[in-house]
């Protein structure tokens, strides 16, 4: 078995930890980039990384705006509100890592994917509208449907009694909009795709997911890759299985 290294990279102000076969950390390889999720961060997802690494993989896992290492001090409300701030800035930050490895020569015939767990899912569903290097990309428990799913955040914040400015609503619902590949399914250029998603999912339902995956295979004119991988008993936590089947497919795909 192969010995796994893991280090600490700032990239471009990202802090970011790199895993990779120990033998091959100079070698160009095959690279996934992972998000973690909402009030997470980068070390929480080394299990998925690890597997990764064993099956010939160069992972970089960032912390996302105001998590891990870039943590502020500011309050849950405050946190919430800045969601969507955080998922559009990891969307550009993806750039910067896809450099980097570019750059140094550390990937391997531009074989690249992006994956992630619930907010990270969502970053990494819009990376396939924001840029034409990503070839696969892995879902768990997040959402493609963007728009959707923030049209529902904003119902549930007028519930609790909070006022949003209309203009602020509209910048970001533009902005969501735009890197929605729902509703840009011609991005999707075959990209393979996975997700995995539990059926009884509380925060991002499992319906998104569902409705999603019918919409694509309606769309697609061809063969392209789309697994759908449904937990039934499963709320909003990926279980072991989860990463072991995304891992394989990876090795598979990418």
């Not at 690890?50 to 001090?73: C, Q, T, W």
């Not at 896809?98 to 140094?104: C, D, F, H, I, P």
Request: net charge negative; hydrophobic share 40%; with cysteine.
């Amino acid at each position: 078995m192969s010995t796994i290294g893991i280090h600490k990279k700032d990239i471009q102000g990202i802090p970011t930890l790199e895993v990779v076969p120990k033998s091959k950390e100079d070698q160009p390889l095959p690279c996934v980039l992972y998000f973690h999720g909402f009030t997470s961060a980068k070390e929480h997802n080394l299990p998925f990384a690890y597997m990764l690494a064993e099956r010939g993989f160069r992972i970089l896992l960032p912390d996302s705006k105001y998590h891990g290492e870039r943590y502020v001090d500011m309050s849950e409300k405050d946190l919430q509100m800045s969601f969507w701030d955080i998922v559009m800035q990891n969307i550009e930050e993806a750039n910067s890592l896809y450099s980097y490895v570019q750059e140094n020569n550390l990937l391997a015939q531009d074989r690249i994917g992006v994956a992630g767990t619930s907010m990270g899912g969502i970053t990494a569903s819009s990376v396939i509208t924001s840029y034409d290097w990503v070839k696969a990309v892995a879902i768990f428990m997040g959402t493609a449907e963007t728009t959707t799913y923030a049209n529902m955040q904003l119902e549930q914040i007028k519930k609790e009694g909070i006022s949003i400015p209309d203009e602020d609503i509209q910048k970001i619902t533009q902005a969501i909009e735009k890197t929605d590949v729902s509703k840009h399914l011609d991005h999707l250029n075959d990209k393979p795709i996975f997700m995995w998603h539990g059926k009884k999912d509380a925060i991002i339902p499992f319906s998104l997911a569902e409705s999603f995956y019918a919409a694509v295979q309606e769309y697609k004119q061809s063969d392209m890759q789309l697994d759908f991988h449904v937990d039934q008993e499963a709320g909003h936590k990926v279980s072991r299985e989860a990463f072991l089947a995304g891992a394989n497919w990876f090795k598979d795909t990418l």
